[in-house]
């Protein structure tokens, strides 16, 4: 599986678009470009998933590039819960092994 | 409907011990997979258990096993405990299905395993 390249750390003021990149120049066609994060003692939530076009749910947007080596987690109006650890994971097995790296650590501030 | 559960929330033991954790996957999954989480870093993959067999394994030695139940649920066993092996213990499930492909797993909130 193609290993992601995140920032290590962003902040948010509340209330605001929060755009989280992430690059995977190796990305495979047939693997999935998905998002997860891990509120503090948490286990990792499932954000959004997308394999070429762009993606929408009630969490967060995903958009992808076109030639599908990055992609960008909007979280449209961020509070203060949305601080957290966010991974970018690509794979062509999404029941299998999730590759996980060092993440993005967001801090949403009031 | 219950997500996944995992037992117990927290576990001391000693180095040399041997330690056996729990999990119960979400319902409707059969797919489990157990992850070890350092402190600051990301979770590390150990293995995945499907049909009571291990399907997949990370780089992880022979003290850390697995079993799967019948009923989908899974342990996970080490033995011989280190103090490295202090970690956040992640359970993860899903459904192995060619009509659900590429859904995602959904974790629990993990074991805090500390070795003293």
């Known amino acids: 599986d193609a290993k992601t390249t995140q920032p290590p750390s962003m902040d948010c003021a509340e209330g605001r678009a929060a755009n989280l990149p992430c690059n995977h120049s190796t990305i495979s066609g047939n693997e999935y470009v998905y998002w997860y994060r891990q509120i503090h003692s948490q286990g990792p939530q499932y954000i959004i998933h997308?394999?070429?076009n762009n993606e929408t749910n009630e969490m967060a947007s995903l958009i992808i590039t076109e030639d599908r080596k990055s992609s960008t987690l909007i979280l449209p109006h961020a509070t203060l819960r949305d601080t957290a650890v966010y991974y970018c994971i690509v794979s062509s097995d999404s029941w299998g092994k999730l590759q996980f790296g060092a993440g993005t650590q967001v801090v949403v501030t009031p | 409907d219950a997500g996944v559960t995992q037992s117990p929330t927290h576990l001391i033991k000693t180095r040399g011990q041997q330690v056996t954790l729990r999990c119960s996957p979400k319902s409707g999954h059969d797919t489990v997979s157990w992850y070890q989480q350092a402190l600051g870093q990301g979770p590390q993959f150990i293995f995945q258990?499907?049909?009571?067999?291990?399907?997949q394994r990370g780089n992880f030695p022979d003290r850390f096993s697995g079993h799967q139940f019948p009923n989908y649920s899974s342990e996970l066993n080490v033995n011989a405990l280190l103090l490295g092996d202090s970690a956040l213990y992640l359970c993860?499930?899903?459904?192995?299905?060619?009509?659900?492909?590429?859904?995602?797993?959904?974790f629990g909130d993990g074991t805090r395993l500390s070795i003293l």
């Open positions: 258990y499907y049909e009571e067999e291990e399907r």
């Open positions: 993860a499930s899903s459904l192995a299905s060619r009509v659900y492909s590429n859904q995602p797993q959904h």
């Open positions: 997308g394999l070429k």
